[in-house]
């Protein structure tokens, strides 16, 4: 998929959220602790959240934004 702001092609991974830790990039969905540090593994922002979870998403390095494609149903 292309940047719709730079027309770069973005990476795929994942967005997390990391239980109470806030919310992640990853480029491997893996479980949360094997998560944390591995190459990929990018901290988007804290906020409170109270189960783990993940969601397919796009990641363009150079504009710092993230494009997360959702199912209206």
């Not at 830790?21 to 906020?47: D, H, I, Q, S, Y």
Request: glycine share 12%; proline share 8%; hydrophobic share 35%.
């Amino acid at each position: 998929m292309k940047c719709p702001c730079c027309g770069n092609e973005m990476q795929s991974g994942f967005v997390r959220a990391m239980g109470r830790g806030g919310v992640c990039w990853v480029t491997e969905n893996r479980p949360m602790g094997a998560a944390v540090g591995c190459p990929g593994f990018l901290l988007l922002g804290k906020a409170p959240h109270s189960e783990t979870d993940h969601v397919p998403a796009q990641r363009c390095a150079a504009c710092r934004m993230v494009t997360i494609a959702y199912d209206p149903e």
